[in-house]
């Protein structure tokens, strides 16, 4: 797949998520309304559906920097990391994007931002001090290929739409749990047992969620954004150095989210890979990663 075909794909995915998600708005306000009778639920659910994609979409890469607790670099406060990252754009055709650094030991890095032009890219303190100039380009150039293909874009919109479905979800449980202790309940039973498939269908659907996450940001861009990296800086060995050092790094990172997971360069969590969280993983195993650039470095 070309870079064309992997940017208008992504494209459409954003699409078909912020489809996906409002009709999921509009489920759960149509079972309050059908368990409360008020049809005032399903113009805020739907309201609220608006608002999110909307803040999903504008600021997004805000949002997910304030949850990482990420600061500001400016020009002066690192020349170096400046001047790495704009050769690396000047090379790929990109705008420069701002930069931000995460106080934290474990060495990792994300990228965000809704287009090229309004990106973001965040390091931590550990990926300056445990990589050499080289390894830190090839994890710039990695961050940067998911710019391009505007991966940055559905990963960022599905970090925040998720974590209003699940805002949403509590507040759905809640109104439930206390109407269920109310003694003067007179609704009907069969409202009731709308009520409680609608408690199913919220306990089902975080996992959903989490899949759709899984499924959205797919692993095999990982994949995509290596090999472009290997391409952009001509030096797989780089990021195969990188990746092995980022990987073998014991503690994982102070504060973790499990909606952000999936933007950072390798799970920030220090996950153990067995055969059953393999299927589960937001990152494809370093190994396979590894493996992979090694047979690009031997063509």
């Not at 990188?242 to 997971?261: C, E, G, H, V």
Request: proline share 3%; with cysteine.
């Amino acid at each position: 797949m070309n870079l064309y075909n992997n940017v208008r794909n992504n494209i459409l995915k954003t699409y078909l998520l912020l489809s996906i998600f409002i009709i999921i708005f509009g489920v759960f306000g149509y079972c309050i309304y059908y368990y409360t009778k008020n049809d005032a639920y399903i113009y805020i659910a739907l309201i609220y559906a608006i608002i999110s994609s909307f803040v999903s979409y504008w600021f997004s890469d805000k949002i997910i920097l304030s949850m990482s607790n990420a600061k500001l670099v400016n020009y002066d406060d690192n020349l170096e990391l400046y001047h790495l990252v704009e050769n690396l754009c000047i090379t790929a055709g990109l705008p420069m994007p701002k930069i931000y650094i995460i106080n934290d030991q474990s060495p990792n890095a994300f990228a965000t931002g809704r287009n090229p032009k309004h990106s973001v890219i965040c390091v931590t303190t550990g990926l300056l001090q445990v990589l050499n100039k080289t390894e830190l380009e090839a994890v710039i150039a990695h961050e940067l290929a998911h710019v391009k293909n505007y991966d940055i874009l559905i990963a960022s919109l599905v970090v925040i739409l998720a974590t209003a479905i699940t805002w949403l979800s509590n507040i759905v449980l809640r109104m439930g749990h206390f109407d269920h202790g109310s003694k003067d309940n007179d609704r009907s039973g069969i409202g009731s047992s709308i009520m409680l498939l609608a408690f199913i269908g919220v306990a089902i659907l975080s996992p959903i969620v989490a899949t759709l996450i899984q499924l959205a940001i797919s692993r095999k861009r990982e994949f995509v954004a290596d090999s472009s990296a290997a391409l952009l800086t001509r030096y797989p060995e780089g990021l195969i150095s990188a990746l092995q050092k980022i990987s073998s790094y014991p503690k994982s990172m102070n504060k973790i989210n499990d909606y952000t997971r999936n933007l950072y360069i390798a799970d920030p969590s220090k996950q153990k890979v067995t055969w059953f969280n393999k299927l589960w993983l937001t990152h494809p195993p370093m190994e396979e990663r590894i493996k992979a650039l090694e047979q690009i470095k031997t063509k």
